[in-house]
């Protein structure tokens, strides 16, 4: 079947202005997570959902970043008042359910640059 | 806290020779250990992965890793590299209890020389 998929593949824009990325995970799947990645560096966690329920919001850098799920199917990632630092790939994965064991499948990210 | 150390970020083999990308983990709690793999531009696959049971995995792709509790060790190897096997890997933990998002090493970027 379908696998996780992103949009946009890519986004380019201006310092201060607001985006929105979006994650449509694989059908059936409970567990969405956010991770960043940034030029040069491993996939840091941002957030994840047990249904559209967000139970740890630690991994958020900031108080500009804001992210919903609705139901348990599409995502979205606001950033508000890009910087030059949120400059990076964002992905989003999905699993059956927040057990461990279970596989995140990763789909094929947001390349957000920021000028 | 869980975290992870790929040591070394670029490795290069010839084709033919033994791949050994090294993955160390530090958990405070028994992990479930993952390695993923990011072909150019194309996202993650994963290769593999530990919970519990044998601690020798079979992957993907001829790939296999050997959980090591007393080296807090997840090394991935395979025995002959081929082209296709040129790409970023990851290594990653997750807590079997209570925290289940991943943490991920910087990643090895492994070339192939032919």
């Known amino acids: 079947g379908a696998g996780v998929s992103q949009s946009p593949s890519n986004k380019v824009t201006e310092k201060g202005k607001d985006v929105e990325l979006r994650c449509d995970p694989i059908?059936?799947?409970?567990?969405l997570y956010w991770y960043r990645q940034r030029l040069g560096q491993g996939l840091e966690f941002l957030i994840y959902?047990?249904?559209?329920?967000?139970?740890?919001k630690s991994g958020l850098p900031s108080d500009r970043f804001s992210a919903e799920r609705t139901g348990e199917s599409v995502s979205t990632l606001t950033i508000q008042r890009t910087q030059q630092e949120d400059s990076a790939v964002y992905l989003c994965?999905?699993?059956?359910?927040?057990?461990?064991?279970?596989?995140?499948?990763f789909g094929p990210g947001t390349r957000l640059t920021v000028l | 806290a869980q975290s992870v150390t790929q040591l070394g970020s670029h490795v290069s083999v010839s084709e033919g020779a033994l791949v050994l990308l090294r993955c160390n983990y530090s958990?405070?709690?028994?992990?479930?250990l993952f390695w993923y793999v990011q072909y150019p531009n194309q996202g993650l696959q994963l290769l593999l992965k530990?919970?519990?049971?044998?601690?020798l995995v079979k992957g993907i792709n001829g790939f296999e890793a050997e959980f090591k509790k007393s080296e807090t060790s997840f090394h991935l190897t395979k025995p002959s590299a081929h082209m296709s096997d040129a790409a970023e890997y990851f290594c990653a933990v997750s807590e079997s209890v209570g925290n289940e998002k991943l943490t991920f090493g910087t990643g090895t970027r492994l070339t192939i020389i032919p």
């Open positions: 958990s405070s709690v028994p992990p479930y």
């Open positions: 959902f047990q249904g559209n329920s967000a139970p740890d």
């Open positions: 530990y919970t519990t049971g044998a601690t």
């Open positions: 994965a999905s699993s059956v359910s927040f057990a461990g064991t279970d596989t995140q499948y």
């Open positions: 059908s059936g799947h409970t567990a």
